[in-house]
């Protein structure tokens, strides 16, 4: 690495870092304060509020880190402008586009980044910041739970159709538990009703149950059990597919795993096939920030500073914004394709940089 890409990349890294410090601290004293009356009213501990407001940080950084990365572009380019850096570097024959590498490699770096702190930080960050929430902070631990339970629920796999009255993951049970066993012909050979079902591991625990062994004709014997064991392929993780979970909380594999499950029961993906696309193309959005902030530090370092650069950088964060906004809206209604909805944002903002790119004077 020589001397001029370490000086680029570290300017370039310090103001970003100084850039996300900012944020975090803003949004930070933001959620202070439209949170402050309820750690009053609920009477929180010290080490409970300050828990909450951390596990809020991952999400922070990560919605902010597009802007952050415009704007530590915008003000390192900028300054290396204003000062007559940039010219001397252009008297000494080096190119614009070498100039940025460093700063477009550092946003590539960002992006994957990005892409796996969602993966793997940001839902779990989440759920424990909604547990904290509800039951650490309001103590409302039957409305947290709630969330994850599901009432009267049918479940097709192969020739089988579940019944579930209520569902409970948390304990592996099921309440009011009904299965419909069909040949290939589709005529019912096997209908099993419990009241309650456990699972212990390989096999589901019926209680009260009663089982119906119908013949060709239709008649039907009928075996009654206090408690039987009942071996089927499916086990508590298979009974979550029809829960309208929230998608900030699970990863990028998590969700595809759900899609699946859910398109094999011939349930309507189409809202979640748009977040899965987006969990590929937002992240990539730090690069597309930096290919467009080029231009404009170019010709902000030439004539005007920093409060110049804050600016250009919330309008065309707050453009982005609303076209990628519009983008997903669309594609939740059906309109757009998942792909299109999630990526045409990135795809504009590509084209409209990379000409602003080849077209500024230099």
Known sequence: MSILTRYITGQFLYILFLTIASFVVLFLIVDIFEDINKIIEYQVPLATSLWYFTTKIPYMLFISLPLAVMLATLISLGLMSKNLELIAMRASGISYLSIIRPIIACSLFISVLAFFGDEYIVPESNRINEYI????????EISYKSEYQEDKIWIRRGNTIYYVGHFVPEQSEIVDFVIFEFDDSFQLKRRIMAERATWNGTSWRCFNMVENNYDQSGRFETSKYDIKLVSLSET????MIVFAEN?????YRQLKKYIIKLNADGYDTTT???????????????????LISVPFAIIIGRRGGIAASVVVAFA?????????SIC??????????PILAAWTANILFIIGGSYMFLSVRT
């Open 328 to 337: 997903v809206s669309l594609g939740y209604a059906g309109t757009l394709p």
């Open 272 to 290: 979640y096939q748009v977040d899965l696309m987006s969990k590929l193309a937002y992240p990539f959005a730090n690069f597309i920030m930096v």
């Open 247 to 251: 998608t900030e909380q699970m990863s």
């Open 133 to 140: 929430n509800t039951v650490k902070i309001k103590h409302d």
């Open 316 to 324: 065309i964060a707050f453009l982005y914004w609303v076209t990628y």
């Open 236 to 239: 508590p993780d298979d009974f």
